[in-house]
């Protein structure tokens, strides 16, 4: 596509419910981010991939966050049994190669409400 | 350990020039690069320095020094589509580490 897709662009859930987010990065785009943004607060990096693998998932903040990446196209991630913690914009972001760290384009991003 | 420091907001008026500071600590480096978001929106690619010195794109700048670890983004001419947040990153490795971000208001 021509940009950054995520959806669905507003999730409101009940607490210990699964939610699932997914990103379709820019055709191309090798490496793809997941961040989360709280409300004024700066973005929270969570995990990256470079095609299909993440060779790091050290910003997931629990065992409850996973995520997915298949055909170095799609992301999906994954929050189980959500906390009203986990509430925050979720935002997807690709780049052409890996370790190119000047410019990222991102999606819209995902809006999660966990009551 | 990593970390960025900008003000938390810079008040500027309609058509005057706004410098927005950024001061960083980290033990690895790539770059500082700088990202404009509109409230609800997405982050936006502004500008990024690998080198020191002054990078000019129409009416924003960025400037950086590596010895000091400081990088400030400089916009000219003002207009009210420029009312947004402002956000430091820099490089580590594969990933981007973000500062809080520099809320600008402008005033007609």
């Known amino acids: 596509g021509a940009g950054v897709s995520q959806s669905p662009s507003n999730k409101v859930t009940e607490k210990g419910k699964d939610v699932e987010l997914r990103c379709d990065p820019i055709s191309g785009h090798t490496a793809l981010y997941w961040y989360r943004q709280s409300l004024g607060q700066g973005l929270e990096f969570l995990i990256y991939f470079q095609g299909n693998s993440a060779p790091d998932k050290s910003g997931l903040p629990s065992d409850r966050f996973s995520a997915e990446r298949t055909g170095g196209s799609v992301s999906t991630l994954t929050i189980q049994r959500t906390q009203q913690e986990d509430s925050a914009v979720y935002l997807c972001a690709s780049s052409f190669k890996a370790g190119y760290t000047g410019e990222l384009f991102f999606g819209e991003g995902s809006r999660l409400t966990v009551l | 350990g990593q970390s960025l420091e900008q003000p938390s907001e810079v008040t500027a008026v309609e058509g005057a020039i706004v410098q927005i500071n950024c001061t960083y600590q980290t033990s690895g480096f790539y770059g500082l690069s700088w990202y404009q978001q509109h409230d609800g929106g997405a982050p936006t690619f502004l500008s990024y320095n690998a080198l020191d010195g002054l990078e000019e794109t129409g009416r924003f700048s960025s400037f950086l020094s590596r010895s000091d670890s400081y990088g400030y983004l400089l916009l000219q001419e003002l207009q009210m589509k420029d009312s947004a947040s402002y956000f430091c990153?820099?490089?580590?490795?594969?990933?981007?580490?973000w500062g809080a971000g520099t809320k600008l208001i402008i005033k007609p």
């Open positions: 990153a820099y490089g580590s490795n594969y990933q981007l580490i």
